[in-house]
């Protein structure tokens, strides 16, 4: 039964991002989904793996807008940096501690450095991510901190 709604669902996703309905489109959609499929099922995701969406929903979307808010000033700066005549970056690589305590959360987390322009999440380790910014200054590693504690935010205490 899990895998006939995972090969809707995918098959949905599939067709609203390509917005196309040619024939051989649709039926890459189908080869795709079916490999996905058969892979997930190999790997035992599909009926082993409970799905568990440990967060306050209201409080996601909310971290959803902000982050989005930081990913759109991040390009502004990353765009300045390469735009600007004499390039001055500060590379740095540092660890930030994991504040979220859910798996979902911590990958979560980890994406949303990836996310914002001028960082990604290097490593990841079972307290810490180790994060490589293009733009580093004294303020970044407390920037990063607060994201962490914003998806701590959203985590459900009940679970």
């Not at 990958?107 to 380790?125: D, Q």
């Amino acid at each position: 039964m899990k895998i006939l709604v995972l090969a809707i669902l995918y098959g949905l996703i599939w067709v609203s991002f390509s917005g196309h309905f040619d024939f051989l489109l649709l039926s890459f959609g189908v080869i795709s989904v079916l490999i996905v499929l058969y892979t997930l099922h190999r790997m035992r995701i599909v009926d082993e793996t409970p799905v568990k969406f440990q967060m306050n929903l209201f409080k996601f979307i909310t971290y959803c807008f902000w982050l989005i808010k930081e990913i759109l000033r991040s390009n502004i700066t990353v765009a300045k940096t390469i735009l600007s005549p004499q390039i001055k970056i500060k590379q740095n690589m540092f660890y930030v501690p994991l504040s979220p305590k859910s798996e979902a959360a911590q990958v979560i987390f980890a994406n949303s450095i990836t996310l914002t322009p001028g960082t990604i999440t290097v490593e990841t380790e079972k307290k810490s991510l180790l994060v490589h910014s293009l733009n580093f200054s004294d303020s970044t590693e407390d920037e990063i901190a607060d994201m962490g504690n914003r998806v701590s935010r959203c985590e459900r205490k009940d679970t």
